[in-house]
C-alpha cells in the first residue's frame, strides 16, 4: 500500500523557519517525480516545490528563495525547508508523488504564519 506521510507543520511568527517532511513508502519514491503542494482556504491547490523526471527542482515564484525541496533517498523521504515565512504561507501543504489527480498524496499538513 502507497503512503505518503507528511510531518513538520505548525504555528510559526512571520520571519520564521519550518521544515516539512514526507516519508514515502513503496516504491513509488524512485517512479514519481515529488512534490510539495499547497492549498490555502478559498484557493486552489498549487505547487510550491517539486523534482522533476530528471530530479531537476522548480519552485513556485512565491517562494524562490525561501523554501528548498531536498530528498534522502536511503530514507524514501522528501523535505521543504521553509525560511523567512510570511501570512501568505498560511495553507495546508501536501506531499505529492506524482502529481494531479492519478498522482499519491498525503494527508496534508496545517501551516500557519501569524503573531
Known amino acids: 500500500q502507497v503512503q505518503l506521510v507528511e510531518s513538520g507543520g505548525g504555528l510559526v511568527q512571520p520571519g520564521g523557519s519550518l521544515r516539512l517532511s514526507c516519508a514515502a513508502s513503496g516504491s513509488i519514491f524512485s517512479r514519481y517525480a515529488m512534490g510539495w503542494y499547497r492549498q490555502a482556504p478559498g484557493k486552489q491547490r498549487e505547487l510550491v516545490a517539486g523534482f522533476t523526471s530528471g530530479w531537476r527542482t522548480n519552485y513556485a515564484d512565491s517562494v524562490k528563495g525561501r523554501f528548498t525541496i531536498s530528498r534522502d533517498n536511503a530514507k524514501r523521504t522528501v523535505y521543504l525547508q521553509m525560511n523567512s515565512l510570511k501570512p501568505e504561507d498560511t495553507a495546508v501543504y501536501y506531499c505529492?508523488?506524482?502529481?494531479?489527480?492519478?498522482?499519491?498524496w498525503g494527508q496534508g499538513t496545517q501551516v500557519t504564519v501569524s503573531s
Open positions: 505529492s508523488a506524482g502529481g494531479g489527480a492519478l498522482g499519491y
